[in-house]
């Protein structure tokens, strides 16, 4: 029997909100011939507490007196009942050796971990919100629930499907976001295993939901035009910013991530290097001729080149702006102008790429100098802009 089958008949009993008993604690057993210390521990091939001990009598002889072996002998019970009660089992030594730990303790280490990578610049401040937000949902439904004594090596299939479809009912989730909570899930039990908390990834067994073609919304003229009226009488700063977004194709959070020395002037563009674009590929972003004038007007150049484009007031400055001070401005003109919510920023770029398609340019010219490229053709396209997208960005582009 393993760990899974004794969930289940615990499961089936009603004592899944008990903890999982993997252990009796170690204790001195003084017999009239024999003094020895013994415990019963979980063997995860029996399913049952199995019986380990240790003869104590070399041990109370060397000593030459009861009571001081009797004292001696509880601080060697005390350090095995600590092992025990860490999750430490000495049928699980080596492999999955961590599987009796409890899956929240688990999550506080991963969760130490990813702090400490976004510490070290391997992690974004974006993945990061996204670590804390899951694992705080999760957290909570296994509280929830009463499996807070629930180790990693018990956890179910079945328990994370029952997660899973309480947050898509509780939170009213679509399909593909739906999906995206599943995908998280399988990263965390990937890092259970690479941790050696367990040998399986049992959330791979759960099942994507089918999703429909995303949704393209698209910002009509007249609706542009009063967005450009308030941000130009208001907030000039956002002017460019959607611009970016709407001309040079840019995600909100990669113009938080373009710092002074991506900006080229000369070159008639930004290039973004891999660990700042979303997919990973460096690329250039082109910049018509009215947001070069912008930026000119910035005096970019006077500003130390590790100085991010936009900062605190959307000046450039030092420390990275998070894409939600973004979405603070636009939500404020949106209050103000009275703009349909499902407009948003990031919808300028869907609406530059489609005003592309319309005037009838290909879908190859169109990935070229929106960076929807493979890893083959980056290789070529990374050096310096093209120059046919170069020429159209510049004389062709439209202005918002």
């Not at 949902?137 to 899973?164: A, H, P, R």
Request: with cysteine; hydrophobic share 30%; glycine share 4%.
């Amino acid at each position: 029997m393993d760990l899974n089958q004794l969930q289940k008949k615990l499961l089936i009993k009603g004592l899944d909100s008990l903890p999982l008993v993997n252990y009796e604690p170690a204790v001195l057993k003084e017999w009239p011939t024999d003094w020895h210390i013994e415990y019963r521990v979980l063997n995860p091939d029996s399913g049952k507490l199995e019986r380990r001990k240790f003869r104590f009598e070399k041990i109370r002889k060397r000593l030459g007196s009861d009571p001081k072996a009797r004292k001696y002998a509880k601080l060697y019970c005390d350090a095995i009942n600590e092992k025990l009660d860490s999750g430490w089992n000495p049928y699980q030594q080596g492999k999955n050796a961590k599987s009796f730990h409890k899956l929240l303790d688990a999550l506080k280490v991963y969760l130490k971990e990813k702090e400490l990578d976004l510490k070290n610049g391997v992690y974004s401040p974006e993945s990061m919100r996204t670590c804390k937000s899951q694992i705080e949902i999760f957290s909570n439904w296994i509280k929830t629930k009463n499996l807070t004594n629930v180790y990693v090596g018990s956890f179910t299939k079945d328990m994370i499907q029952e997660y899973l479809d309480h947050v898509y009912i509780e939170k009213e989730l679509s399909p593909r976001t739906w999906n995206n909570y599943l995908k998280y899930m399988r990263a965390v039990w990937n890092w259970l295993i690479s941790k050696n908390y367990c040998s399986e990834n049992i959330v791979s067994k759960i099942k994507t939901k089918p999703v429909t073609e995303k949704e393209r919304v698209i910002i009509p003229p007249e609706w542009t035009r009063k967005i450009m009226e308030y941000y130009r009488e208001h907030n000039p700063k956002m002017e460019l910013i959607c611009g970016l977004v709407y001309n040079s194709f840019m995600r909100p959070s990669e113009i938080c991530r373009t710092q002074i020395k991506d900006i080229r002037i000369i070159e008639g563009g930004i290039f973004l290097p891999g660990n700042k674009t979303k997919n990973g590929h460096a690329r250039w972003c082109l910049l018509p001729p009215h947001l070069i004038e912008m930026l000119t007007k910035m005096k970019i150049e006077t500003y130390p080149l590790d100085y991010y484009l936009i900062s605190s007031f959307l000046e450039p400055g030092n420390n990275k702006l998070c894409t939600r001070k973004i979405d603070k401005y636009w939500d404020k003109m949106r209050t103000k102008i009275g703009l349909p919510k499902n407009m948003k920023l990031y919808s300028y770029r869907d609406t530059g790429i489609t005003d592309l398609k319309k005037a009838g340019y290909s879908n190859l010219f169109i990935s070229s100098i929106t960076g929807h490229l493979n890893s083959e053709e980056i290789e070529t396209y990374t050096h310096a802009p093209d120059p046919k997208a170069l020429k159209f960005i510049m004389e062709e582009s439209y202005k918002l």
